[in-house]
């Protein structure tokens, strides 16, 4: 990508992010889930992503995050950093409640962003 990435597109990864773990998992119950290796890691990887969007808003704009202090932008950086630093002791069910229970919103509060 040409030019410097701004908040709008860090919104927009965290976007992508959202959609790409919710299409993974919509077919997986949660025994497949734990039992599915590769969704595992589309998923982890895709947590990465968002909390790498998450710390790059928060670092390179602090006002937007302030001013949108619905969204738990260090939690989603805090996601990030326990699934790339403890990849050997994930949270399946942890990771699993957070799909069904926190990603919608999630994905409602960036879209409002957008609009």
Known sequence: MK?????????????????????????????TFKATPMAIDAVARNFEILGEAARNIMRMDPEFTVRHAAIPWQDIYGMRNQLSHAYFAIDLDLVWQTIQHDLPELQRALLRLKS
Not at 3 to 31: K, Q
């Open 3 to 31: 030019g410097e990435l701004r908040t709008p597109h860090f919104v927009e990864h965290m976007l992508t992010a959202v959609g790409r773990i919710r299409e993974y998992t919509a077919p997986l119950s949660l025994d």
